[in-house]
């Protein structure tokens, strides 16, 4: 499986920005896919994971970013509206397998900065 984030960018503060991540391979073999993010000095966190339509969101993007998949689920989505410049980090998508244990999948990162 291969992820591919796109979409970063700079915003100013209050603005929008979608995240896209493109799915190839075996990603029928796939069962729950999010997206994490990293700011300088802090470590990875979970910013908003999808599975079989059911969505969850970190409590500092709740009512902001909404997680979705495309009709072929083979594209992973984020948008983030009323962004704030906490939210600056570099972007991470990662698949995660329905075998046990799972097999984690990460693309590489997008560069999302918010600032006037």
């Known amino acids: 499986v291969q992820l591919q984030a796109s979409g970063g960018g700079l915003v100013q503060p209050g603005g929008s920005l979608r995240l896209s991540c493109a799915a190839s391979g075996s990603i029928a073999s796939i069962n729950v896919m999010g997206w994490y993010r990293q700011a300088p000095g802090k470590e990875r966190e979970l910013v908003a994971a999808?599975?079989?339509?059911?969505?969850n969101y970190a409590d500092s993007v709740k009512g902001r970013f909404t997680i979705s998949t495309g009709n072929a689920k083979n594209t992973l989505y984020l948008q983030m509206n009323s962004l704030k410049p906490e939210d600056t980090a570099v972007y991470y998508c990662?698949?995660?397998?329905?075998?046990?244990?799972?097999?984690?999948?990460w693309g590489k990162g997008t560069l999302v900065t918010v600032s006037s």
């Open positions: 999808i599975t079989r339509g059911s969505t």
């Open positions: 990662k698949g995660s397998t329905w075998h046990v244990p799972p097999v984690h999948y």
